[in-house]
């Protein structure tokens, strides 16, 4: 039985973690200025050109700025920050752990910070609606380079189009630009989720570092409207150390969710009401720490025409109708209407499902 104290301080220390990850982000803007500043270097008073040759030597100069820009943000700020941070959250579990295992007799420790980092660089971001599965290092330098390779490719693009050097500056350089708008919005979304990558790992680490009073973890999603589609379906979701498959957010880029250890029916009896944040169709408020998104996201639904309407924008209309008025417990539409990595199959064939056919015919 996870323990609802554990689920509420997880759910409230994920609002620090991504307000941290948006300060690591932030720290990023100087060297977009650093990049912006390379940029008018490289392409100063360089003439309009449609040869390619010449074309490509201007990208693989402008390349080998970018590669130094970024791999300095990574040694100096993000990777440093990152490693202090594991330790952090590795204590910060500790400390949650104690707060509800006060047995004298019992002894909870932390694994060293060196072994907690090396287990972050150990263990692999997995996205399984892309099949995606990187190191942080690689994924961190592999999301950086697909930023190199959209500015080569504006470079590139805007020189055989006839577009001239100063219209190629504005659109990578001059406010609004690439690296004004895109670039800085999807490193963003990198450090956010390296830093929740770290978060969870850490916390595991501390975790596992304690196997004989946890037995696992809750994968914790955040209750409102902006939750992705996996990210429901998983939240609530335990996993045991002895499980072969151990999901493990972040479960793609920008995710938000977290987890919260399951003790050893020894110490779960849980009394606390323990009560955990959510934002519905009536704004911000607290609900019952074990209340997973599904039953949370029916409950918005019972709120009269602006709560069918919260469902409406979250799931789209037909999967919402079938949600709300086709006579399924929250459990059944999770295990008719999700495939394997909780990823929503297709409303055709949803409806090719003869133990949908009686759901869709109380809607139709």
């Known amino acids: 039985m996870p323990n609802e104290q554990l689920i509420k301080q997880a759910s409230r220390h994920s609002i620090y973690v991504q307000r941290f990850a948006g300060h690591l982000a932030n720290l990023f803007d100087p060297y977009t200025e650093k990049l912006q500043r390379e940029m ?10 449609q040869n390619i040759r010449r074309i490509n030597q201007l990208i693989a100069e402008y390349r080998r700025s970018q590669v130094a820009i970024y791999n300095d943000y990574n040694e100096t700020i993000l990777m440093d920050q990152l490693r202090e941070f594991s330790g952090l959250e590795s204590e910060w579990e500790l400390a949650s752990l104690k707060s509800v295992i006060k047995s004298e007799s019992i002894t909870l420790i932390a694994p060293a910070p060196a072994q907690v980092w090396a287990g972050v660089n150990a263990q692999p971001l997995i996205f399984p609606d892309s099949n ?31 577009r001239t050097t100063d219209q190629i500056v504005r659109d990578i350089a001059g406010k609004n630009g690439y690296l ?18 770290v978060s969870n790992v850490a916390r595991q680490k501390t975790m596992e570092e304690n196997d004989d009073i946890v037995i696992g973890y809750e994968i914790i ?5 902006r939750t992705s589609d996996i990210c429901r379906g998983y939240d609530g979701v335990i996993v045991k150390f002895t499980d072969k498959v151990k999901p493990m957010p972040p479960f793609h880029p920008n995710c938000r969710t977290g987890t919260a250890p399951v003790l050893d029916e020894r110490f779960a009896i849980d ?26 996201l029916k409950n918005q639904g019972k709120q009269g ?8 924008d979250v799931l789209g209309n037909e999967r919402a109708d079938l949600f709300l008025d086709g006579g399924l417990s929250v459990s059944k539409f999770k295990q008719l209407t999700l495939d394997q990595h909780f990823q929503p199959i297709p409303l055709k064939e ?9 759901a869709f015919d109380a809607i139709d």
């Open 305 to 312: 025409p602006k709560g069918r309407a919260f469902v409406r």
């Open 132 to 162: 995606g599965v990187r190191l942080l290092s690689p994924f961190i330098k592999d999301w950086e380079k697909g930023r190199i390779d959209a500015v080569s490719d504006i470079i590139r693009t805007g020189f055989i189009t006839g």
């Open 180 to 197: 004004d708008n895109q670039n800085r919005a999807l490193i963003k979304t990198m450090v956010r989720t390296a830093t929740n990558h």
């Open 221 to 225: 999603a955040t209750l409102d409207r």
């Open 350 to 358: 949803l409806r090719k499902k003869q133990t949908l056919q009686l």
């Open 40 to 49: 008018k270097i490289v392409l100063a008073g360089e003439p309009t050109t």
């Open 271 to 296: 009394k606390t009401g323990a009560k955990r944040a959510s934002v519905g169709v009536r704004g911000g408020g607290q609900v019952d720490a074990d209340t997973t998104y599904y039953s949370w």
